[in-house]
């Protein structure tokens, strides 16, 4: 049997691209490893009656292009905004974090009235940063150093867009793209508590501190989502983050897609410097006319191609893309709602987020740890409960509840996890959690703990790093994941990469799959459909 | 009274290099320095402190070679005791590396060949890339908006120099320009010694850890200096870093610049938003049309002009510069000389050995306390100038990470921190403690009081990629001009920062005698 193209890996990228070709009329095939398709975009019922998104947990960044263009709420595909959340202190009282700016500005009050005042001109420079950047996640980065006529004529694109802006907000752009937000908060903030909840984002799923520079920019990078229009919010995707992977298969078989699912691939098939198909576990081979790798560019390379195929620049490179997982994952089945005595009975901020570290240093210091290679005694957690708001995903008057847990290295002490640190790590976090809801123990049916080993073994990211590769300058735009390839392209003719290793990195943004599906349809001139991926000046 | 064109605050390096300019451009310059002593951080501090008089820089790698040669140094009693000098990486067991020529031309040592060719290729790969950001250091930064009167022909070259570096090299250039210095020794070499020394000179005098993202391009600024003619080399000047600061003095004062010392500047008079002249605390006022500050910006446009002259925007680009000091620097007086388990004393001796123990140091100063073990650069300024074994000997030594803002109060922090370092040095030289008979650990807020950096920070602001060139010290201000008509900046807080240099001062003198208006 053979296919225009054979996509490698179910998760929400490879669904994505393969959704694209087919409307495009390729005929195509998605192989997954896992008996179970989503990749780290999931629903899983680990505990019975109850669904774990287990590992991406919120959605947000997915891009609402991508949901219309690909029909997903046909398929089933709705995202449930909630309610902020709350930061807890130490000393016994609360942060509140609400949806409404000026809710917030309100709650903040509480703490500075000058922080209050200062967060208008804070949102309103996030949001022109925001702004600017996210017209870019669509496109494929031009490479700076070729004189070819496409890419000059995307940069002549960026430099107009650069051009609209005022001088000094460029130059303030500039600085923040560099900056840590730590630094970055000072400059607007006083309050720790209130610094420590801005600073969330600038750290989720990265391998940088709060002082870490252009940790600024990893802020952005989650800020860029929205849920129904409204900007920087954040959703529930109902049933689980595996509602979007389903909706995205519903869709692909509609357009005449296959998903085959329980085999993994060993090999891809190279012949003449051409990938041909592939070499599925236990020998069976696919023909296509080209391949697609949604998994990360080490794993793709280094574990899928042969090495002889490849030029030895590129190969050096890979192995140096850098990888370094940062954190970990609990998820957990509870009895009845945990009960928090801070917070006023019947708060709303249980609908969302909820941290429990309360100053930028004590993230720092957890990242500290993190660069000694050992998971913190003091994690940061961004924990939720989706139940709260989807009732499908536990039995009535129970929940589920997610704890996404920053720092966790990809190994302890330079070797790997064990079962026992595995344990431990979890206990700290549920430990964590009891101290500021007594009781909260009792409570726990089941939970399943999962550090970097566990992403890789599933999900097969290597070092359990969510965004395929980290997030900072030097594996950015066209640099990602190397320097001269990050067009989705590859040395190999007709292998692309269509994950977030790939331009522009991680999140639950199909961004990657789409763009790489464009650059295809683009090369095989079989539509004109998408032409605007990149810049027709 | 004497009537003068300019009036430069602060005779430091900047502030001389910069009248020294003023007066080739025909200026009468009056220079007011508020020490006893011209030449800020070049000279040591007040006699009071006896034998350990010693500047806050030890060794000249960044001095504009247009300064040298435009004030004819040379002329003015200005020579070398040591040029490219030596580096030697210390290890606590004696297996010392040593690294000769500039920036490690040749390493001897224990190192193994795959290290020794990996260093080599690392090394021309950063030295390439440091030339092409040389031609940037003369440079008055660009602005950023279209029809700014831009030296586009100027830019373009600069530009061209970088996409010269071929195809691969440019893309190479593109992916490392923000990396941290960690991952990308850690890429191509195994050798602890060998990436220790090189993540500690990256980081050197910055507020960034080897595994900040960054910190390579700091680490590039600095390889962009040079000493004695040669690119990224170290020298000592003959007599003690307080020879260039006299030379300058000298050749100032023959220039015809009039040099006013134990002169404090209190304010700046500003006249219908124009500024006008400066009142010293003694009281008496001098007036100029133009007034050049090379204090840090932030100490003349909060201190010495004041928030109330300034738009409140303004202000807090001014707050915001970022200027903490990470560095403490420790002078000791010892009776005989020390022995650092065999190493040659007259090279620059480096305790660093290894990336994480220097990024241990930066992490404690985070939290504003002090590192349990700090590195250092030593220079032994006694070694270079033929002191027998028996005489006593200086040592001067940078310290890093020291916190601007100690948790437990300063003396509690510098009790501390001498202690800790004191402990360093003996693991490295036996019996080192028993040899002094003098100690001096000046902590950034000591530095602050005494030659009034912001922060402690001998750049009077971080070096930063958030604060280099057209963002230093902030957008508004890059081009050495400020909103205060007739007011310039000139400090090592301008472009292109410190470090012994002239290059801010002597940049911020060639755009005012341009004839564009403050």
């Known amino acids: 049997m053979s296919y225009d193209a054979a996509i490698i890996g179910a998760g929400h990228n ?41 590992c991406s947990y919120v959605c947000s960044l997915f891009r609402p292009e991508i949901m219309r263009d690909l029909e997903l709420p046909k398929y089933g595909l709705q995202v449930l905004p909630y309610e902020g ?33 200062a967060y208008d001109r804070y949102s309103r420079d996030i949001m022109r940063h925001c702004r600017f950047i996210r017209p870019l996640l669509m496109r494929t980065p031009p490479d700076p150093a070729t004189f070819r006529p496409r890419d000059l004529a995307e940069l002549a694109w960026l430099g107009r867009k650069v051009g609209e802006m005022s001088e000094s907000q460029i130059c303030d752009m500039i600085r923040f ?13 006083e309050s720790p508590v209130i610094k420590a909840y801005l600073a969330v984002s600038a750290i989720i799923g990265t391998a940088l501190g709060p002082m870490s520079p252009g940790s600024a920019y990893v802020l952005l990078h989650h800020y860029m989502g929205d849920v129904d229009g409204n900007v920087g919010a954040w959703g529930f995707a109902r049933g689980g983050m595996g509602a979007i992977t389903q909706a995205l298969t519903a869709s692909l078989r509609a357009s005449g897609g296959e998903v085959r699912t329980g085999k993994g691939v060993e090999q891809v098939l190279v012949r003449n410097g051409r990938a041909v198909g592939l070499r599925l576990d236990g020998g069976e081979e696919i023909v296509a006319k080209r391949v697609l790798s949604n998994m990360d560019v080490k794993r793709t390379f280094l574990k899928h191609v042969d090495r002889d195929e490849l030029p030895p620049d590129f190969t050096r490179r890979v192995e140096r893309f850098k990888t370094r997982g940062s954190s970990g994952k609990l998820n957990i089945a509870l009895d009845a709602a945990p009960h928090f005595p801070a917070l ?18 004590r993230m720092e210091r957890a990242y500290d740890d993190w660069k000694a290679g050992r998971f913190s005694r003091d994690p940061f957690q961004d924990t939720m409960m989706p139940t709260m708001i989807d009732p499908t995903m536990a039995p009535p008057g129970k929940h589920f509840m997610s704890c996404f847990i920053q720092y966790a290295p990809p190994k302890i002490d330079g070797r790997d996890w064990t079962d026992a640190d595995r344990d431990a790590f979890g206990q700290t976090v549920i430990d964590q959690i009891a ?77 990657p799959g789409r763009n790489a599906a464009a650059e295809i349809l683009r090369d095989t001139r079989a539509s004109t459909e998408m032409r605007e991926a990149y810049a027709v000046v | 009274m004497q009537s003068f064109d300019a009036i430069v605050i602060g005779g430091g390096t900047n502030g001389m290099a910069c009248a020294a300019r003023l007066t080739k451009g025909g200026k009468r310059v009056l220079v007011l320095d508020a020490a006893d002593r011209p030449g800020g951080a070049a000279v040591g501090g007040d006699p009071a402190s006896g034998a350990l008089q010693m500047p806050l820089a030890h060794l000249l790698m960044m001095l504009d070679p247009r300064v040298h040669a435009g004030m004819d140094l040379d002329q003015h009693g200005f020579s070398y005791a040591a040029t490219d000098l030596t580096t030697t990486a210390l290890s606590a067991t004696g297996d010392h590396l040593v690294l000769e020529g500039p920036a490690g031309a040749s390493v001897s040592g224990s190192l193994s060949d795959a290290d020794r060719a990996a260093w080599a290729t690392l090394r021309k790969r950063l030295l390439t890339y440091a030339e092409a950001l040389v031609p940037f250091r003369a440079l008055t930064p660009p602005r950023i908006a279209r029809k700014a009167g831009n030296d586009m ?87 003690g870093m307080g020879t260039v600061a006299d030379a300058m003095a000298r050749s100032t004062a023959a220039s015809g610049v009039t040099l006013q010392s134990g002169a404090r500047v209190e304010r700046i008079l500003i006249e219908d938003d124009r500024a006008t002249g400066v009142v010293l605390t003694s009281g008496e006022t001098y007036r100029a049309p133009t007034i050049v500050s090379a204090a840090g910006p932030k100490q003349t446009l909060l201190d010495l002009v004041g928030a109330r002259h300034l738009d409140t925007g303004f202000v807090r680009r001014t707050r915001n510069i970022r200027s903490r000091g990470g560095a403490a620097k420790l002078h000791l007086a010892l009776t005989a000389r020390p022995d650092f388990r065999g190493a040659d004393l007259a090279t620059r001796l480096m305790i660093a050995p290894d990336i994480n123990t220097v990024e241990n140091a930066f992490n404690a100063t985070k939290y504003g306390e002090v590192p349990e073990r700090p590195v250092m650069e030593i220079v032994i300024p006694t070694a270079h100038e033929g002191t027998g074994t028996d005489d006593p000997h200086l040592l001067s030594a940078i310290v890093q990470f020291a916190p601007h803002d100690p948790r437990d109060g300063l003396d509690k922090a510098r009790k501390q921190m001498l202690a800790n370092t004191l402990n360093v040095l003996e693991d490295h030289a036996p019996g080192i403690g028993g040899l002094i008979s003098e100690r001096e650990l000046l902590m950034p807020q000591d530095i602050e009081a005494r030659y009034g950096m ?26 050495y001009s400020t909103p205060i008509a007739g007011l310039w900046l000139a400090s090592a807080g301008s472009h292109p920062g410190g470090g012994i240099s002239g290059a801010a001062g002597w940049n911020a003198a060639e755009r005012i005698l341009s004839g564009v208006a403050a």
Not at chain 1, 86 to 91: G, L, Y
């Open chain 1, 435 to 511: 101290e500021y809801s007594p009781g909260f123990k009792d409570r726990v049916l089941h939970a399943e703990i999962r550090t970097p080993r566990e992403l890789e073994a599933e999900v097969g990211l290597t070092e359990g790093n969510i965004f395929q590769g980290e997030l900072t300058f030097d594996q950015l735009l066209f640099n990602r994941p190397v320097p001269g390839y990050a067009q989705y392209k590859t040395p190999i003719r007709d292998l692309w990469l269509c994950g977030s290793s790939a331009h522009p990195g991680g999140g639950v943004m199909g961004a």
């Open chain 1, 344 to 361: 006023p009975e019947g708060a709303p901020m249980l609908k969302g987020d909820l941290h429990f570290t309360d100053s930028v240093e």
């Open chain 1, 85 to 117: 959340g709350a930061v807890f202190t130490r000393d016994g009282g609360y942060l509140a974090i609400f949806r409404d700016h000026d809710a917030n500005r309100r709650e903040f009050a509480r703490y500075s009235p000058r922080d209050a005042e």
């Open chain 1, 177 to 189: 793209w560099t900056m840590s937000i730590s630094d970055f908060l000072d400059e607007y903030f």
């Open chain 1, 14 to 54: 490879g669904l994505v691209a393969a959704c694209y070709l087919a409307r495009a009329g390729l005929k195509v095939v998605v192989v997954e490893k896992n008996d179970w398709i989503g990749g780290a975009a999931v629903s899983r019922e680990l505990h019975p009656g109850f669904t774990y998104s287990n």
């Open chain 2, 153 to 239: 022909l100027g830019l373009a070259k600069i530009g061209l120099g970088l996409r010269r570096l071929g195809r691969e090299e440019f893309r190479e250039f593109l992916r490392l320009f923000l990396i941290n210095v960690a991952d990308f020794l850690e890429d191509d070499l195994t050798d602890d010694r060998l990436r220790g020394v090189l993540a500690f000179d990256a980081v050197l005098g910055s507020w960034l850890g080897p595994r900040s993202p960054n910190s390579l391009l700091v680490y590039l600024n600095r390889l962009a200096g040079e000493a004695a003619g040669t690119r990224a080399a170290l020298a000592l000047p003959k007599g």
């Open chain 2, 454 to 479: 912001a922060g402690g920070n001998w750049h009077h602001g971080e070096l930063s990629v958030e604060q280099m060139l057209f963002l230093r010290p902030f957008a508004d201000v890059a081009q």
